[in-house]
């Protein structure tokens, strides 16, 4: 048995820790099962998981069915709750009644998380449409599939095997074995419980667990898997113990709801529907070319482990990407910036550093690497170092505090590896020191600095482990500073109506309709409530005078023939925090007008007046601007945007707001100077400095846990070899544009696409005044970023493709989506 160091620091004194999870491998066929004494009650129970996916839940067809319950009288008389291409599918089949079969509209394919999942079967419910019940992250489901006729027995919690993790189809194969990790296990029998019973609303909107207080009834149980050498134990206080088959004590995880660890990304690999190249637990590299993991860190000391498992001469390399690093592409040319071992070369261990795809330099051939070896890695993202060692020794000298700091864009970094032809190799980022059994105990279950992780070798101090409670705490609650709301219309001429439930008082609104081919109009507090600009045209701004009012939880609508509140009319609004109406900043060689500056949240809105001359403006935040939109209020003269990834030299180029053209270069616009922590910079253009013209300037930087300026290179390729965009957090809102011309500026957001699904995304686009439309390509939401799964020109082709995006819920604390 082995004894895991749990870290069980708690973040307050009312948080619920999850000690353990259980690592389930698809390809070892691992599962529990039992059979009951006796039946108990067939038609009312409860069944709630903790689930975070492995690789092969995201494979499309019957490769990818993976089962976390079930059950087996006959071959006509069986249930199954399982996931089928990347759905959740409540399945009873019954004597003597029609196949229940209840399939989710929403789509789960976000391995980086864990998903919270209650099924309850209620029967004998007088509402036929409430017999089946399915809960992700304690929302209630869409389901698709015929009701429940009424007073159907189910398999499960009969005197039948019941399974965990698998299911049979007739009595004797088992199969749909399931990939990933579970925690937290309990069947409820008699009771219908709700997710409440088990989890509770967060700080920063995440679905958190609470302990079960609740019976669990005859046949109920609860798996906890705080034994390693008996990971079947029931703990709900009655007996129903399960059989281990495949299972080992090195499947129990320190990875868990409350303390998620890092692990490589299915969704950021190449060939990702190919189940045979990540394995257990999405650690195991097996043939697998190319794969980013799952965090990435822009500041601290972290240290991980990869076991050579299986190698032969040259080819393969682990190290550190840059974020948005388009490894689907199979050519280092065109794989952005990165730092990694190659090993064994023919002469030994090399270190290879690429800048925007071209090698840049690193080191000779400086030692070798076995199979069996261990590689530990140390990386100073502060100081932008790495040190290897092999077996807790130093290679070399040249790779002890290597500076990386040429890699361009590489001041958020994450772990990736390329172990191509036939190799293999293990990660351990404090799961799991036995690397799936391939080594016994090393130094003692070594943690990190903190207490967390089960490590080989131990951590040098200061160095941590790739977990949820080592990422910082984030600066800001997103929901403080940037939400969306929805609303209908409800006047007809001259009606009114207040808009709440934002949060706080915007002082920026954007909002479109939705319905309707309407203006985008775009408020702030600074010019005030009575004018609007439209940002699918270049004209001055607009009089709306008792049109628009800001509230202290929202605004209020007034239709007055600017279609602000036309029934039955839809609209979005989008909504920011800055400061109020600001005051005058005057760091640039212009004293702006007034500069409202949320100093945390990277925001600010300034005004001035133009000079006619190349000057410089203040902007009131603390660090540069990443993102700059100028609009001139008096004239039409165009939306200019300044974005900080759009070109290698993105203060010579400008994009605008107003159409969907390419990128262009002039010094009129920002005067071929960067913005730095104090002003921007603007030129001659009409767009941005017309002597004693007024102008408004929107600027924004990233914020860890809260928004994200960047880019993101198109790979033109289609569904699961697209690219993944990591943001560090569950998106909100993202407004995307390729930098060629005849791209749309995309604007999607969370509220109007609560759930991840094919072709279900509602698009606005800041350059039209069309109504929002259902595009034929898609984008989901993740806990760490988005993942594109189309080849459409306006979000993947062989292009750089510019965004701004918000949070919902920053990862150290997201459910996967």
């Known amino acids: 048995m082995s004894v895991l160091n749990t870290g069980l620091a708690k973040t307050s004194a009312e948080d619920y820790e999850i000690d353990y999870s259980c690592r389930f491998d698809n390809d070892d066929g691992d599962y529990l099962s039992k059979t009951p004494a006796a039946a108990g009650n067939r038609r009312l129970w409860t069944f709630s998981c903790w689930a975070k996916l492995g690789g092969t839940v995201l ?28 759905q959740l599918v409540f399945q009873v089949m019954g004597s003597g009644f029609t196949t229940v079969t209840k399939t989710t509209d929403a789509l789960f394919r976000d391995p980086s998380a864990w998903y919270h999942i209650v099924a309850v079967w209620d029967s004998e419910n007088g509402t036929a449409g409430d017999r089946v019940k399915i809960y992700v992250n304690g929302v209630q489901q869409t389901l698709t599939g015929d009701d429940a006729a009424g007073d159907e027995d189910s398999t499960f919690a009969n005197d039948e095997i019941h399974y965990v993790g698998a299911k049979t189809a007739d009595g004797s194969s088992v199969d749909n074995y399931w990939d990933g990790y579970m925690a937290e296990v309990h069947f409820i029998d008699g009771t219908a419980k709700t997710p409440a019973d088990f989890g509770k609303s967060g700080t920063y909107g995440e679905w958190k667990p609470i302990k079960y207080t609740g019976s669990h009834g005859t046949n109920g149980f609860y798996l906890d898997f705080a034994d390693s050498a008996a990971l079947g134990d029931d703990e709900s206080g009655n007996t129903n113990d399960f059989a281990v088959t495949n299972l080992d004590a090195y499947d129990q995880m320190l990875d868990t709801p409350t303390n998620n660890f890092c692990v490589m990304n299915p969704n950021d690999m190449m060939a990702p529907n190919d189940t045979l190249k990540i394995l257990q637990g999405n650690l195991f590299l097996n043939d697998c070319d190319r794969c980013n993991a799952t965090m990435a860190v822009s500041s601290g000391k972290w240290y991980w482990e990869f076991r050579m498992h299986h190698q032969h001469h040259g080819g393969q390399s682990i190290g550190i990407n840059e974020i948005g690093n388009n490894i689907q592409v199979a050519n280092w040319a065109n794989n952005g910036n990165s730092f990694d071992i190659g090993h064994p070369a023919s002469g030994g261990v090399t270190g290879s550093m690429y800048v925007d795809g071209t090698g840049t330099g690193g080191t000779g051939a400086v030692g070798s690497v076995a199979s ?3 590689l530990g890695f140390m990386v100073d993202v502060d100081a932008q170092t790495i040190t290897v060692h092999v077996d807790d020794t130093e290679i070399d000298s040249s790779l002890t505090d290597y500076d990386y700091s040429a890699c361009d864009n590489m001041e958020t970094i994450t772990p990736n590896a390329s172990i191509p032809g036939g190799r293999q190799a293990i990660a351990n980022f404090g799961q799991d020191s036995s690397f799936a059994g391939a080594e016994t105990s090393g130094s003692a279950n070594a943690t990190d600095s903190n207490g967390y992780g089960d490590f080989y070798y131990e951590p040098p101090a200061d160095y941590l482990a790739l977990c949820t409670k080592n990422l910082p705490d984030v600066a800001v609650t997103p929901s403080e500073h940037f939400n969306t709301v929805l609303y209908t219309g409800d006047g007809s001429g001259s009606g009114s109506q207040a808009i709440t439930g934002v949060g706080f008082q915007p002082d920026f609104v954007w909002l479109k309709s939705r319905s309707q081919n309407w203006s985008h109009s775009l408020i702030n507090a600074i010019v005030g409530e009575d004018y609007r600009l439209r940002s699918q045209i270049s004209d001055a701004e607009q009089d709306i005078t008792g049109q628009f009012a800001f509230g202290a939880d929202g605004f209020t609508v007034t239709d007055g023939g600017n279609s602000l509140n036309n029934s039955p009319n839809t609209y979005v609004a989008w909504n920011w925090l800055a400061n ?13 007008t007034s500069t409202s500056a949320n100093v945390d949240a990277g925001f600010s809105i300034s ?14 935040l603390s660090k540069a601007p990443e993102m700059v939109i100028v609009k001139n209020r008096d004239q039409g003269d165009g939306w200019l945007v300044y974005h900080s990834r759009n070109t290698t030299a993105p203060e010579t180029d400008r994009l605008l707001l107003h159409t969907t053209g390419a990128t262009d270069d002039s010094d009129t616009y920002w005067n071929d100077t960067a913005p730095t922590a104090d002003v ?7 767009g941005c400095n017309v002597n004693n013209e007024d102008f408004v300037a929107y600027c924004f930087h990233s914020v860890e846990g809260y928004s994200r300026v960047g880019s993101y290179k198109g790979n033109g390729l289609d569904d699961d070899e697209a690219p993944f965009v990591y943001l560090g957090f569950e998106p909100a809102f993202i407004m995307i544009k390729s930098n060629q011309a005849s791209r749309e500026w995309n604007m999607i957001d969370s509220v109007r696409n609560p759930t991840n699904g094919e ?59």
Do not use: M, W
């Open 680 to 686: 921007f910079s603007i030129g001659t253009s009409d």
């Open 759 to 817: 072709s279900n995304r509602y698009y606005l686009y800041a350059e039209s005044d069309g109504d929002e439309s259902t595009r034929t390509y898609d984008i989901d939401f993740l806990s760490n970023g988005f993942k594109v799964n189309d080849d459409q020109d306006d979000i993947n082709d062989e292009e750089t493709y510019v965004y701004l995006a918000f949070a919902k819920t920053p990862f150290k604390h997201a459910n996967a989506r």
């Open 607 to 620: 005004t001035y007046t133009g000079t006619g001359s190349n000057a410089t403006v203040g902007h009131g």
């Open 580 to 592: 109020g109406s600001g005051s005058s900043n005057t760091d640039g060689s212009i004293n702006t």
């Open 59 to 86: 494979v499309s067809g019957t490769d990818g069915y993976c089962a976390l319950f079930g059950s087996y009288e006959s071959s006509t008389i069986r249930d199954t709750l399982r996931f089928k291409n990347q």
């Open 372 to 374: 069996g070896q261990i």
